[in-house]
């Protein structure tokens, strides 16, 4: 298409032959009419579209298994410590808090489906409700135990983690999204693990060094988040 030259990841389209966009709807409608010409005017941010660049190109080795309807994006937790004595004190509660709404996410088909994002937290901007975390570092996850230990392991070691993302782009893949949240926090997984699948998650688990279960967060643990 000859768009493609013109048109770069994370341009925000504004108008086509003078029809303003508000949103995909709108772009797709004039763009269909729009023949045999369409001149589009579009806002360029550079830092943005490399910033948005980085987060959807996802590397070969991270393998994931992608569905139709869906989106992926490789996001990145970063737990900074400062000298000062408050941030001393508050950043611990943060990764705590990483951990608390972890205990609450759901496993839905065999899949750890992001049923909580507090505010305040490490997760809030790059998780909303209905993501399915799908690695953490490289190591799949279909267990939220595991993908919790490997997180907070992660951060405070390296004081970064890196994860992919499963976010739904289509009707049926909301709809899925949708079941999925209405399911019992507490209650199995709609798919039962094998008992061997099981007794080796929890030697994984184990065998993770200095793992030890923080402090429940004094912040908040309301549903703050929306999946529309």
């Not at 943060?94 to 899949?111: C, E, H, K, M, P």
């Not at 976010?167 to 798919?191: E, F, I, M």
């Amino acid at each position: 298409m000859a768009s493609e030259k013109m048109i770069e990841i994370g341009d925000q389209v504004k108008e086509v032959n003078g029809v303003k966009c508000k949103d995909c709807n709108d772009f797709f409608r004039a763009l269909r009419f729009a023949a045999p010409c369409a001149r589009i005017i579009v806002n360029r941010d550079d830092k943005k579209a490399e910033e948005l660049e980085a987060r959807v190109h996802i590397p070969a080795d991270r393998a994931v298994q992608r569905r139709e309807g869906y989106v992926y994006e490789l996001a990145t937790l970063v737990w900074v410590k400062t000298v000062q004595r408050s941030d001393w004190e508050s950043s611990p509660s943060r990764l705590a808090a990483v951990s608390d709404s972890l205990n609450s996410w759901i496993i839905f088909q065999n899949r750890v489906l992001v049923s909580r994002v507090d505010p305040g937290t490490l997760a809030e901007k790059c998780l909303v409700l209905g993501d399915v975390l799908c690695d953490v570092d490289g190591v799949p996850v279909t267990d939220k135990d595991v993908a919790k230990d490997l997180l907070v392991k992660n951060l405070r070691e390296k004081g970064t983690v890196t994860f992919v993302v499963e976010r739904p782009d289509s009707y049926d893949a909301v709809q899925w999204a949708r079941k999925g949240l209405a399911t019992n926090v507490q209650g199995p997984p709609s798919v039962r693990m094998p008992d061997d699948v099981k007794i080796i998650a929890a030697r994984y688990r184990q065998a993770l060094p200095g793992l030890k279960d923080p402090s429940k967060s004094a912040m908040s643990t309301g549903r703050s988040a929306r999946f529309d």
